[in-house]
C-alpha cells in the first residue's frame, strides 16, 4: 500500500511539473509579440522544360472556395478543394476549369497564403511558415500538400533554415540561401513542392508579393502585387488574420480523380496545427 501511495505520489509530481514547465513557457516567452512578416521568404518555382510541365499550383488559403460543394458530397470543406482549383493562376477571383475537369469554379480566392505558427525552444526562437498547395502532383499525386519551412532564430540572428523535403527534415545554414532584400529565397520543386535552397527559373512569389511568371507559366497573376495573407492561430502575432484552427483537423489526401486512391476519405493526415512539429519544433527527425 505504502509502495502504491509513493508510485501515485511520484505520478502527481510528475503531472505538476509537466504543467509548470508549460505555463513557464507560456509566461516567460521571450518575444512579447511576434511579427509573421520577419522572415517571410520569396518562393521560385521550377520551370517547364522539354517534355514537362510547369509548376501549375501555388500557396493558397484552405478556404478558398466555400461555396461550391464540387465533391457532392454536401459539405462545403477542403475536401472540395482539388475539384474547385484552377491551375496555373494567382489571384481573388479566379474563374475557370476545375483540377479534375469540372466547369465553372470559382470565384476563388486564390491569392499567395501562408500559415505561420512561433514556438521557442530553450536555445530558439522558430518561426514556422506552412504554405498549402490543393494538389501533390510529382510521383504520388494527392489532394492537399504541405509544406513547411522553419527558420531558428538565436537571440535576433537566423541560424538554422529546415525544410521538409520528401517528408524529411533537412537542415541547412541561413548563409547557403540567396537574399532578397534580405529574405530568403527558396526554390520550389515542380509537383511535390519540396524546398531546394538554389533559385529556379519559373513563376516567382516574391515575399512582398510581387509575382512574376518568369520561365513558367502563368495565365493570371503576372506581373501584378498580391501581398501574402498570414495566418495565425496566436494572439500575439503581428500582421497576421487570425486562423480558426477548427475549421479543418484533417485533410484527406485520397481523391476519386486518382486510381491508385480511387475514394475522397482515403489516407487521412492531420492539419499542421494538429501535428508535434507545431508545438514542439526539433532540430532533427526523432
Ligand atoms: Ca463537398
Ligand atoms: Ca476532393
Ligand atoms: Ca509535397
Redesign the pocket.
Known amino acids: 500500500m505504502e509502495l502504491l501511495n509513493k508510485k501515485f505520489g511520484l505520478i502527481y509530481l510528475l503531472i505538476v511539473c509537466t504543467f509548470s514547465v508549460v505555463n513557464a513557457q507560456e509566461k516567460e516567452r521571450r518575444n512579447e509579440f511576434v511579427d509573421a512578416n520577419k522572415y517571410l521568404s520569396t518562393l521560385t518555382f521550377q520551370e517547364g522544360g522539354f517534355m514537362k510541365t510547369s509548376e501549375k499550383n501555388f500557396p493558397i488559403p484552405i478556404d478558398f472556395n466555400t461555396h461550391q460543394d464540387a465533391n457532392g458530397d454536401k459539405k462545403f470543406d477542403p475536401e472540395d478543394n482539388l475539384e474547385n482549383m484552377v491551375t496555373y493562376a494567382i489571384g481573388k477571383e479566379i474563374k475557370g476549369i476545375g483540377r479534375t475537369g469540372l466547369e465553372d469554379r470559382g470565384p476563388n480566392n486564390q491569392v499567395p497564403t501562408v500559415y505561420f505558427n512561433y514556438a521557442e525552444t530553450y536555445s530558439h526562437n522558430v518561426y514556422q511558415y506552412w504554405y498549402y498547395y490543393g494538389e501533390?502532383s510529382h510521383i504520388e499525386n494527392h489532394e492537399h500538400?504541405w509544406?513547411s519551412i522553419f527558420i531558428y532564430e538565436r537571440d535576433t540572428v537566423p541560424v538554422i533554415v529546415q525544410i521538409t523535403s520528401f517528408g524529411k527534415l533537412h537542415n541547412h545554414g541561413w548563409k547557403e540561401f540567396q537574399l532578397d532584400d534580405g529574405h530568403l529565397v527558396l526554390g520550389v520543386r515542380r509537383g511535390?513542392?519540396?524546398f531546394s535552397t538554389k533559385a529556379k527559373n519559373g513563376v516567382v512569389i516574391r515575399y512582398n508579393g510581387e509575382i512574376h511568371a518568369q520561365e513558367g507559366l502563368l495565365y493570371e497573376g503576372n506581373g501584378q502585387i498580391i501581398p501574402w495573407t498570414l495566418y495565425s492561430s496566436k494572439d500575439y502575432t503581428k500582421n497576421t488574420k487570425t486562423l480558426d484552427e477548427t475549421y479543418a483537423t484533417k485533410f484527406y489526401y485520397g481523391d476519386v480523380a486518382y486510381p491508385r486512391s480511387g475514394t475522397e476519405m482515403d489516407l487521412v493526415r492531420k492539419a499542421p496545427w494538429r501535428r508535434r512539429r507545431w508545438r514542439r519544433p526539433r532540430k532533427k527527425d526523432q
Open positions: 501533390n500538400d509544406e511535390d513542392h519540396s
